[in-house]
Each structure stands twice: as C-alpha cells, then as structure tokens.
RNA sequence: GGGGUCGUAGUUCAGCUGGUUAGAACGCCGGCCUGUCACGCCGGAGGUCGCGAGUUCGAGUCUCGUCGGCCCCGCCA
C-alpha cells in the first residue's frame, strides 16, 4: 500500500543543515529539514538519523516529550523527507557516538511534519553501500545523496572557481561561443544537429572552440578563456566522455614559454588550493622525442622508473631469429629491466605477454638473472658480447627480469609503455600521493597515415611548425617539430595546446600539406583564412580537460565519478535512457528519412 | 568493428564435475521492545537464474546467438 505524506513544510525555515548541531547550541530550539537515513524503533523511543549533504543528526521522538509526534515518527521510513522542530540536547554521557560529528546532541522532537514518503530505495543509501556502479548511475539522484558520491562534484566545483578567478585576475576574459557550429573536417567524429530551416543541412557539436577563439584573438581581446562543453562522438573509456568540459585559454603576442607559465601557476594554485601542496616550478620537460624513447608515450608518467631501454643495436647479428629479423627490415628491439622482477612467475610473464599482444606485439621475450645464470627460452642464443652489452644497457644484476619487445618503432613502444604502466602497478612502485606533471615540447608537426596515405596533423591544422624548421617543409615534412605542447600529469594528458600559425600563406601551405584540396579549404576554413588575412597578430593557447583533472584532484578511478550525470560506455544516459526514439512528426519538420538498419 | 569479463530475490553475492524443493546476508512486511546509532528478539513474504534457441531423460550450470554493464584494442586533429 503506498505511503502518502500530505503535510507541507509552512512557514517553518531551517535553522542548520544537518551536520552542523554542536555542543553549544544545546537548548536551543532547532527547526531540521532532510532525508531520513535510519529509523530505529524501540517500540517507546523513536530514533532517527536525520541526513542532507552536509551530514547526519540523531533526532529522538519521545512520546513523553510529544506523542502526536511520536505516533507519526511510526510511519517514517528511509529517504522519507521530513521536518522536525526541537530542542537540542546533550546526550546522555553513556550514548554519546564519537564516529558523529554530531554525536554528542540529538534533537528531542516536539512537532514533525512528514513532507514527502520515498519508496523503498533500491540500495541503501550510505557511504558503505556496495551498490553497483549500473544501480547508482539509474538512480543518480540517490546515489549523490552520499557524501562520498557528492565529494567529487564539490571537488570540482571549487577546482573551476579556481580557475575563473585566477584567469579574472590574469586579466582574461571570458567568453561563450556557439554551441551550435559548423563541422570542420580532421579531428573525431562530430554530432550533427540538423538544421529544421535548411533540410539537408546540419550544425556540429563543437570537438573544442578552436577556430572561434583564434577569431577571438584576430578580434583583439588578446586574453581569453572559456570552460567549455566540448562533444566527441567515438568510442568511450574510462577516460573518456563523448561528451566533456574544457578549459580554453588562447592569448596573444606570446611564446610557447608564455602559455605554459601562465598554466603552472594555474596547476600550483590548484595544488595549493586542493591538496595542500606546494609544487615546486618549472615543471621539467621533455622532448616528444625524449619522452617516447624513455617512456614509449607521449604522456610519462615519472612517479616511477622502469625505463625503456634500447636494443637494437646490440642485436644487429643476434642469432635470435626474430630481433635479427625485425632489425633487418628497419624495426628496433627495445626493452625494460625490471628489479626483482625474476620473482614474477612463468604465468605472470604470460598473462604480459598476451596483454602485450594487445598492442600489436607478436610476442615477449624475457630473461630472468639469477646469480649468473641466465634464465631464458633463448638464453642459449645469446653471445657473451650480447649478454655483456644487455647487462651495461640495463644495469640489470641478480634477482633482475628483463623484457623485449622486438617489432616496428609503433608495436614496440605502445606495447613496452603499457607494459611498463602495468608493472608499475603490480609492482607497487606508484606513490599515490606523489604527483608527477611534465611538459612534452617539439612535437612533431605531421605524421603519415598510411591507411589515408597522406600527412595528418599530429595536433591539429592550425599549429605553428617550429621557426628553425621551417625549411624542412618542402622536402622533409615528417622532420618539422611544431610549437605545440602538452601536460602530463600522473602519466595522463591534462592539457595540450599550441602556438597557431598566424600568417594566411603559411596556413595555406599546411593544408596543401594535409591534403585538403582548395576549393575544400576554403569551404571549411575560409572565414579563418579571411580572419588571418586581416592582421592576425601572433597567437597561441591551451585546451585542459577539466573532467580529467577533477578526476585526479579528487583521486577518483573514472571520469563518471566526476560527471554529475555520465553516459555509459554504450553512450547512453543510464537516468533518461537517451538517445532514445524520436516523434515521426519531429522528423518530417528536418527532412529526415532514416534507413531504419 | 574486435578481445576480455560480468549478468541468479529489491540489493550485494554463493551455487563444485549437469541431478530432484535455487541459498546467504542486507533490505522489505507483521509483531514485541524507552537509549539505540549496522539496535535487538520472534514470525513472514519475495526468483521468467538477462533474453532466445540448442544438446540432454534432466540446464542456473554445457553450446550457439542476442541484449546490457564494465575494462581494453581500433577510433579519439
């Protein structure tokens, strides 16, 4: 039989949030408002734990203190939403709780006014409840009831005020652009919204306000910042929403030396502020180049050591077919030494083996040093001169393991960089309150798509080749180093920016480059083209993934942790149940048929 | 598009090599209880084992397909 409460709250205000009751308000009369976590009922006294998001307080209904109140306190039941007017009171000494902030008064109800009666809720609704994370994102709205899930949107709440008010003071400015915009070729998949005024014709979801916060620096404001909704329709992971916010910042007249001063002091204001710790500046760098031949990636993380080691030419004659193999048709054979890994077990060492497999490797070799003897499948084909050089290579000594990777320059560093992340974790060698930031610099401008079978931006079109390699343009595009950089923090990319290309015939030649035909250019990017044309003064900024730094600041394990209301990795909103079907008549008004696959 | 993993009561899970009436805890409902705070005690209800085929005398368990959650590859300028 449903539960129905018909009281209203009246004229009554709350005096504190529920976690607020001290001590020295005993006496006092109190007016409380929230959600009711606990009835415990002895039959005589009625206790209630009173929540809201600041915390909980016991109220007590003593039929000797009111009786009609009592006799309602019998109807109450979890999440039921009510309103109590007492007396604070200091409990006796021997019921004091000390795991309460408020554990050392109750409330003693004289009046109760049942606002609103919740239907059993399909899990409890406290920090302990090991409800699945299915369960919590269908009810959001329970689930953010509890503290700990509410913590991380409180978190991020105070990590964007930080921000307006430190580019406010820097004297930025702050500015929207359309939602609703035009779809611009390279870069991820857009979202399309067809345009009911043109059939046939759509707006995209902006992938980030790139172009229009160039117009903005072409327009003069000369400092600009925006946190912003950006949309990418791919594939999710744990990191990553189709749809996420970003900080945009974009300044003019400046260096790559001046964007990233201005962001350390927006990261060590954020570390003070959030986490109490003074990072020490400048945050080191690291070359593209340096970073991924150390670590394989292009986002380090340097909490840990386990570097890769190069190989190659040590292997030159190998007798092992395979290293001889892979060099002769130009690869390389890289590896890691790992202390004390000889301990990992013959099925550890497969379970990486396969996971290596994941990123294109064919296989793993690995050899375990044990006081001068060589462990190994293919100890046999190594020569001494070999076993001499892989053990200055790697320093490695007794108790050591040491892995290769064998294949072409992409397979050997995607698989030995996540390799590597794997066994910082398992190893434990990852100090989860250490924080490691790190500048990647001189990126290269292109890389060759072989499935395009063209040069695509490693950033995007519009960064700025490095001055002193300009000339390298013409014959050897893959050599240009770009004026672009990124921010690695614990081993995932935060922000990533670059200096634009401000001058029209330099703009042009990079999309000659990219292949993008004229007629195509100006189709797509004539207004910016137009723009630069008109005395675009030097500029260049940085885009930072808020959702990703609230997530690190906050220490949670998924981006959903920090998104009031997440999709699924289905892309789908677990509350709403979007995308979902729309009216026929909706899709006549847009001049849309669907195929119906 | 591909790989892995999970799906059993409202919830979180157990259920060995296929076997007869599918369990536990918490929650829920009823009763008792004036110092509990994970209250306690007594009693009770609650299941399309995600869905669909198949194998079998017999399927929660095995096979195939499918749907959904999560992790990953591809994708993400």
Same mark, same amino acid.
């Given at each position: 039989?449903?539960?129905?409460?018909?009281?209203?709250?009246?004229?009554?205000?709350?005096?504190?949030?529920?976690?607020?009751?001290?001590?020295?308000?005993?006496?006092?009369?109190?007016?409380?408002?929230?959600?009711?976590?606990?009835?415990?009922?002895?039959?005589?006294?009625?206790?209630? &734990?009173?929540?809201?998001?600041?915390? @909980?307080?016991?109220?007590?209904?003593?039929?000797?203190?009111?009786?009609?109140?009592?006799?309602?306190?019998?109807?109450?039941?979890?999440?039921?939403?009510?309103?109590?007017?007492?007396? @604070?009171?200091? %409990?006796?000494?021997?019921?004091?709780?000390?795991?309460?902030?408020?554990?050392?008064?109750?409330?003693?109800?004289?009046?109760?006014?049942?606002?609103?009666?919740?239907?059993?809720?399909?899990?409890?609704?406290?920090?302990?409840?090991?409800?699945?994370?299915?369960?919590? @994102?269908?009810?959001?709205?329970?689930?953010?009831?509890?503290?700990?899930?509410?913590?991380?949107?409180?978190?991020?709440?105070?990590?964007?005020?930080?921000? %307006?008010? *430190?580019?406010?003071?820097?004297?930025?400015?702050?500015?929207?652009?359309?939602?609703?915009?035009?779809?611009?070729?390279?870069?991820?998949?857009?979202?399309?919204?067809?345009?009911?005024?043109?059939?046939?014709? $759509?707006?995209?979801?902006?992938?980030?306000?790139? @172009?229009?916060?160039?117009?903005?620096?072409?327009?003069?404001?000369?400092?600009?910042?925006?946190?912003?909704?950006?949309?990418? +329709?791919?594939? =999710?992971?744990?990191?990553?929403?189709?749809?996420?916010?970003?900080? +945009?910042?974009?300044?003019?007249?400046?260096?790559?030396?001046?964007?990233?001063?201005?962001?350390?002091?927006?990261?060590? =204001?954020?570390?003070?502020?959030?986490?109490?710790?003074?990072?020490?500046?400048? $945050?080191?760098?690291?070359?593209?180049?340096?970073?991924?031949?150390?670590?394989?990636?292009?986002?380090?993380?340097?909490?840990?050591?386990?570097?890769?080691?190069?190989?190659?030419?040590?292997?030159?004659?190998?007798?092992?077919?395979?290293?001889?193999?892979?060099?002769?048709?130009?690869?390389?054979?890289?590896?890691?030494?790992?202390?004390?890994?000889?301990?990992?077990?013959?099925?550890?060492?497969?379970?990486?083996?396969?996971?290596?497999?994941? *990123?294109?490797?064919?296989?793993?070799? /690995? #050899?375990?040093?044990?006081?001068?003897? /060589?462990?190994?499948? #293919?100890?046999?084909?190594?020569?001494?001169?070999?076993?001499?050089?892989?053990?200055? #290579?790697?320093?490695?000594?007794?108790?050591?393991? #040491?892995?290769?990777?064998?294949?072409?320059?992409?397979?050997?560093?995607?698989?030995?960089?996540?390799?590597?992340?794997?066994? !910082?974790?398992?190893?434990?060698?990852?100090?989860?309150?250490? *924080?490691?930031?790190?500048?990647?610099?001189?990126?290269?401008?292109?890389?060759?798509?072989?499935?395009?079978?063209?040069?695509?931006?490693?950033?995007?079109?519009?960064?700025?080749?490095?001055?002193? &390699?300009?000339?390298?343009?013409?014959?050897?595009?893959?050599?240009?180093?770009?004026?672009?950089?990124?921010?690695?923090?614990?081993?995932?990319?935060?922000?990533?920016?670059?200096?634009?290309?401000?001058?029209?015939?330099?703009?042009?030649?990079?999309?000659?480059?990219?292949?993008?035909?004229?007629?195509?250019?100006?189709?797509? $990017?004539?207004?910016?083209?137009?723009?630069?044309?008109? !005395?675009?003064?030097?500029?260049?900024?940085?885009?930072?993934?808020?959702?990703?730094?609230?997530?690190?600041?906050?220490?949670?394990?998924?981006?959903?942790?920090?998104?009031?209301?997440?999709?699924?990795?289905?892309?789908?909103?677990?509350?709403?149940?979007?995308?979902?079907?729309? &009216?026929? %008549?909706?899709?006549?008004?847009?001049?849309?048929?669907?195929?119906? &696959?």
């Amino acid at each position: 039989m449903d539960r129905i409460f018909t009281d209203q709250l009246g004229t009554w205000k709350r005096s504190l949030y529920c976690g607020e009751p001290r001590a020295d308000a005993v006496g006092r009369e109190l007016i409380l408002v929230g959600w009711t976590q606990r009835r415990r009922d002895h039959g005589g006294l009625i206790f209630v &734990d009173l929540r809201d998001r600041s915390g @909980l307080v016991q109220v007590v209904f003593n039929p000797e203190v009111d009786a009609a109140a009592h006799e309602k306190a019998r109807h109450i039941r979890s999440e039921d939403v009510i309103a109590v007017r007492g007396v @604070l009171a200091r %409990r006796p000494p021997e019921t004091v709780n000390p795991d309460l902030a408020t554990g050392e008064v109750e409330l003693l109800v004289h009046e109760v006014r049942l606002l609103n009666a919740s239907e059993v809720p399909p899990f409890p609704v406290e920090d302990e409840s090991d409800a699945t994370e299915n369960m919590r @994102l269908k009810y959001r709205y329970l689930d953010l009831r509890r503290p700990r899930s509410l913590a991380p949107l409180v978190l991020r709440s105070r990590l964007t005020k930080l921000i %307006r008010d *430190y580019f406010d003071s820097h004297g930025f400015i702050e500015v929207e652009t359309p939602v609703l915009t035009k779809s611009t070729p390279e870069g991820a998949r857009d979202y399309l919204v067809p345009s009911r005024m043109y059939h046939g014709k $759509f707006y995209a979801l902006p992938q980030s306000p790139q @172009l229009f916060k160039q117009i903005l620096m072409v327009g003069g404001l000369d400092r600009y910042f925006q946190i912003v909704r950006c949309f990418r +329709d791919e594939d =999710l992971r744990a990191d990553r929403q189709p749809e996420f916010t970003q900080l +945009d910042v974009e300044m003019s007249f400046i260096q790559p030396d001046d964007i990233i001063d201005v962001i350390e002091g927006m990261m060590v =204001l954020l570390f003070k502020e959030l986490k109490g710790i003074d990072m020490p500046r400048p $945050f080191p760098r690291l070359s593209w180049a340096e970073a991924r031949a150390r670590y394989g990636n292009d986002k380090p993380d340097l909490r840990f050591g386990l570097e890769l080691k190069d190989f190659s030419a040590c292997f030159a004659k190998s007798q092992i077919k395979v290293f001889a193999n892979v060099l002769a048709a130009g690869g390389i054979v890289k590896g890691i030494a790992v202390p004390g890994g000889a301990s990992l077990s013959r099925k550890e060492l497969d379970d990486m083996t396969s996971f290596a497999t994941n *990123y294109g490797a064919k296989g793993m070799a /690995w #050899i375990k040093l044990a006081d001068g003897e /060589w462990q190994s499948p #293919i100890a046999k084909f190594f020569t001494d001169v070999e076993r001499e050089e892989i053990v200055r #290579i790697t320093g490695a000594k007794s108790g050591d393991l #040491i892995l290769f990777i064998a294949d072409n320059d992409k397979v050997v560093h995607d698989s030995l960089s996540n390799l590597r992340l794997l066994l !910082g974790e398992k190893l434990d060698l990852i100090d989860r309150n250490r *924080y490691s930031l790190v500048w990647i610099v001189d990126f290269p401008l292109l890389e060759f798509d072989p499935a395009e079978k063209r040069y695509v931006a490693v950033h995007h079109p519009f960064t700025s080749p490095l001055d002193e &390699d300009l000339a390298l343009l013409e014959g050897e595009p893959l050599k240009v180093r770009s004026k672009a950089y990124d921010l690695a923090l614990n081993g995932m990319e935060v922000g990533g920016g670059s200096v634009r290309i401000h001058q029209v015939d330099l703009q042009r030649r990079i999309l000659e480059l990219l292949g993008i035909r004229r007629e195509e250019a100006e189709a797509k $990017f004539g207004f910016l083209l137009e723009a630069l044309s008109y !005395g675009a003064p030097p500029h260049g900024g940085i885009a930072f993934g808020i959702d990703r730094l609230a997530m690190i600041f906050s220490g949670a394990q998924s981006l959903r942790d920090v998104i009031a209301f997440p999709k699924s990795q289905k892309a789908v909103c677990m509350l709403t149940e979007a995308p979902t079907p729309v &009216d026929p %008549r909706q899709l006549r008004e847009l001049g849309i048929k669907t195929t119906g &696959d």
